[in-house]
């Protein structure tokens, strides 16, 4: 499988992280409404945060929550690599499936060779 963007979505309340081959594979996964509230941090192929920008707000008419839309730009905070010890699982393609796959890919060892 080719990567276009290696996206890294962390699940905050199970502390498990999904690899994504793309960004667009990320966010038709991540509802927009959990991703409003908190539920999912993103990364960067090296690992750098990133944060969603709603173009269209998540909105709620009583029991019902439309999902918003939203893009995944540049942030700040915590690397990926800095957050690796507090992941619970690793889910993603071949290539990004265990701890020492992300790791190995995030320190560069197997960035642009793996998945493809």
């Keep these: 499988m080719a990567l276009e963007r290696v996206i890294f979505a962390f699940a905050t309340d199970d502390k498990s992280l999904t690899a994504f081959a793309s960004e667009s594979e990320a966010i038709a996964y991540c509802e927009g409404a959990d991703v409003h509230s908190g539920l999912w941090q993103f990364f960067g192929p090296a690992g750098e945060p990133l944060l969603p920008r709603f173009l269209e707000q998540v909105a709620r008419w009583g029991p019902f929550i439309g999902q918003g839309r ?29 701890f020492v796959d992300v790791a190995r890919y995030l320190r560069g060892g197997s960035r642009g060779s793996a998945l493809r």
């Design 70 to 98: 939203y893009q995944l730009h540049q942030g700040h905070g915590a690397s990926l690599l800095e957050l690796l010890p507090s992941v619970s699982s690793v889910e993603g393609p071949e290539g990004l499936q265990s």
